[in-house]
């Protein structure tokens, strides 16, 4: 499996966007325009944006393009969809939830099993959520110290609207569907239209 190894900070510096939004709470001591001062084309901006949210999910581009062509097939606009079907996915529920640092470790975590959805055991990080769907920890992760540190660390964490959270179950339920009116970075997903339109 592909991993991305890429400096976080120096990533984020990149793409402009805080290292909050992948959960990441350090912050860069240098000058954060440093990009800023060469001239980007048209298609720059389009790649950095498409960039930025396959950076902030872990998404590669194979997958990341089977999303475009998914939202595409979808009512409605086709970048506000794309945003909603990343939203969707297991292991950014599990970060939304506060039960991951980051959406790296949501994958891991998700991966090795510790999530049910709807009582059934899921090890697919990129499994996606319908409304009305529960998800919960497995009764044997509850107990773990490993939960108990990461619930400590991301208590003040604020959790979306589209999901109910319930802290003393550990478990969470999609009230709704995710919008882009929803994520708390920002994002142009007309221009991944117009790039993969071209």
């Not at 882009?180 to 142009?188: K, P």
Request: charged share 25%; hydrophobic share 35%; net charge positive.
């Amino acid at each position: 499996m592909a991993v991305n190894r890429d400096p976080i900070l120096k990533r984020c510096r990149y793409l402009g966007i805080s290292p909050a939004v992948v959960g990441i709470a350090k912050s860069s001591n240098r000058n954060p325009n440093a990009n800023s001062r060469k001239k980007v084309s048209e298609y720059g901006v389009q790649l950095k944006e498409k960039q930025k949210l396959k950076f902030i999910y872990g998404v590669l581009e194979k997958p990341f393009h089977h999303y475009f062509e998914l939202a595409s097939k979808m009512e409605g606009q086709a970048g506000n969809n794309l945003i909603t079907v990343l939203e969707s996915r297991l292991d950014n529920i599990a970060f939304r939830m506060g039960m991951a640092l980051t959406r790296r470790e949501a994958r891991q975590l998700v991966t090795h099993g510790h999530f049910l959805v709807n009582g059934q055991r899921v090890d697919i990080p990129s499994y996606r959520v319908k409304a009305g769907d529960v998800i919960s920890l497995r009764d044997k992760s509850k107990s773990s110290a490993k939960f108990k540190d990461i619930l400590e660390q991301t208590g003040g964490r604020t959790t979306p609207l589209w999901l109910e959270v319930n802290k003393e179950q550990l478990s969470a339920k999609v009230v709704r569907m995710p919008s882009i009116e929803d994520v708390d970075y920002e994002v142009a997903p007309h221009l991944i239209v117009e790039l993969y339109s071209k």
